[in-house]
């Protein structure tokens, strides 16, 4: 895991591999919402333009977003694999492909199928869970599932590690257990397995089914915890525990070879403490070397030791200081330097170096807008904290913002960035499309298509060539830390990353004025890389980085 290049998918918005297993009207949730004329999306289509289906629905333009579908699918992961290689990337996240009917997929139907529009025959696979016992005895493989273990295959061929979102908090309504409470209530065999606060009562007009749901969204029904608290119901555990095995060990023969490498877990924080230790345990009775990644904003640090998760996406160890500091430069560089220490110290040796050092994610803007938009929507509380969304759930319609890519003095910052996820401690992780120069404000914008026909050549390159320099340096994967100078008056940041005899310098220079070099730091070594051509031994132009080595 300290060797990984992290790159995150949102499946449906990737890549279509596969046009003859678009969506349908019917696979929408709630199609009879939708207007007849619902087609699918042209993926080149401007994204504030409206199809004609949605000119036919009518409403504003925000209305018929979520039942928008663009095609992408497994097949689409699979085409991009060596594009992926070449880009330098190690490590897939892929956001729910369970099955369900909304685009994010956080709401499942099931967790022991892949979406039957994921895979190459929708209607034959739909028929076949139609049929199917709730009974992992009788599960089948359907033709989704088993491209889904093509797709482990080929990535694994190309050394290229693969974790899917797990949502062990959650369901959606027509999940099949929460479906079958809905109609016989108590009197269901799932009847406990969720959080119902009152069953509907036949002797009354009305209907009183009631039940907990994540952040209040009815879509989103939560299973149940045991009678301690401290764990999940007997039954939904006993099902998250079939569905792990059955994702790590497809072929049930105690070879976790052709399975998952690992797991990244929504909203893992709401799931109570003994349930991640009983299931860590388990899931590495099947795979000692599994990856698991919390989602965590806040401090991870004494969760991740409570827990025996692996790493966590690292918000607030990363992400919130590079914004707080490279981008929106709202505090020093002694304060940067500071607030890293900070959140990496907070572990033990081992686990910052494989963090998941992102900058943005289906959950933010995109960071070119989020350069672009630097400072503007900020209302910085402390040098403690910075809110990563700007204090707002800002979209592209949000008044001021500049939905458009940075200006020339952002894209310097954005090469500065990148440089900077490739140098520092932890794995870096990108967002599908960042390294094309997408830029967008937040969900719903920041799951548009990926840009495949703009590609800006310039960014990609320089991602590509900042991986490299990762994947050629193992200081830069494995070797120690230390901050050799900090100056805030010039916004200057230079740290040392050295393993044996690998000894290699980055420095960043925020400030809008050239830095003239520390020459004592420097000795020996010569530039190998830079965000600026004209870097040199003695000066760092201003808003670049360069590293030095020999």
């Known amino acids: 895991a300290k060797d990984m290049v992290w790159y995150q998918i949102f499946p449906e918005r990737f890549n279509n591999g596969d046009p003859s297993n678009d969506p349908t009207r019917t696979s929408l949730n709630n199609p009879q919402n939708v207007t007849s004329e619902w087609e699918i999306m042209d993926w080149e289509a401007e994204w504030f333009e409206r199809a004609n289906w949605e000119k036919a629905q009518g409403g504003d333009f925000q209305s018929t977003l979520e039942h928008r579908r663009y095609g992408g699918d497994l097949q689409g992961v699979i085409n991009k694999l060596d594009y992926l290689k070449e880009l330098g990337i190690s490590g897939i996240y892929l956001n729910p492909i369970f099955y369900a009917n909304s685009l994010h997929k956080y709401d499942g139907n099931s967790f022991h199928h892949i979406d039957p529009y994921f895979g190459p025959d929708p209607e034959g696979d739909l028929a076949l869970i139609a049929e199917e016992s709730s009974n992992p005895r009788y599960w089948e493989w359907t033709a989704a599932d088993k491209l889904f273990l093509k797709l482990l295959e080929e990535a694994k061929s190309r050394d290229i590690r693969v974790i899917i979102d797990g949502v062990w908090n959650h369901t959606g309504r027509d999940f099949f257990a929460f479906a079958d409470i809905r109609t016989n209530f108590q009197k269901s065999p799932y009847a406990h397995w969720y959080k119902i606060i009152k069953f509907d ?26 009678p301690s608290g401290q764990n999940l119901a007997p039954g939904p555990k006993r099902y998250v525990f079939n569905v792990t095995k059955r994702w790590m060990d497809p072929n049930g023969d105690n070879d976790p070879s052709d399975g ?18 009983e299931w860590h345990a388990y899931v590495r009775e099947i795979n000692p070397e599994v990856f698991t990644s919390a989602e965590i904003w806040g401090r991870a640090g004494q969760y991740l030791a ?210 003239t070099l520390n020459k004592d730091y420097l000795k020996g070594l010569k530039v190998i890389r830079s965000t600026d051509p004209t870097a040199s031994m003695r000066r760092l132009p201003p808003l670049s980085a360069a590293v030095f080595g020999k």
């Not at 009562?201 to 915890?225: C, I, M, Q, V």
């Not at 797991?263 to 349930?275: N, T």
């Open 201 to 226: 009562d036949p002797l009354t007009a009305r209907n009183e089914f009631d039940y907990h749901a994540w952040n209040g969204f009815k879509s989103l029904p939560e299973f149940a915890d045991d």
């Open 260 to 277: 998952l490498d690992g797991w990244r877990l929504d909203v893992a924080e709401e799931i109570p403490i003994d349930f991640w230790k």
């Open 306 to 515: 409570d827990t025996d998760f692996t790493s966590a996406m690292n918000y607030r160890g990363f992400a919130i200081p590079v914004k707080g500091w490279l981008i929106d430069g709202q505090i020093t560089a002694s304060e940067f330097s500071e607030l890293l220490d900070q959140e990496r110290n907070s572990y033990d040796d081992d686990t910052p170096y494989i963090l998941q050092n992102l900058v943005d994610s289906h959950d933010t803007q995109r960071i070119a807008s989020a350069i672009a938009n630097r400072a503007s929507f900020s209302e910085y509380k402390n040098a403690n904290w910075f809110d990563y969304d700007d204090g707002e759930r800002v979209n592209a319609r949000s008044s001021g913002y500049n939905n458009s890519p940075p200006d020339e003095k952002g894209r310097r910052i954005w090469k500065m960035l990148a440089l900077f996820q490739a140098t520092y401690i932890g794995a870096p992780m990108l967002y599908y499309g960042t390294e094309l120069g997408m830029w967008s404000a937040d969900d719903p914008e920041d799951r548009m298509p990926t840009w495949w026909h703009r590609m800006d050549e310039d960014i990609f390159k320089t991602y590509q060539s900042a991986f490299l320099l990762r994947h050629t340096h193992t200081a830069l994967r494995r070797g120690g830390y230390k901050v050799l100078e900090t100056r805030d008056k010039s916004q200057v940041f230079a740290f040392e990353r050295s393993l044996g005899d690998e000894r290699l310098v980055i420095i960043l220079n925020r400030g809008q004025g050239e830095a």
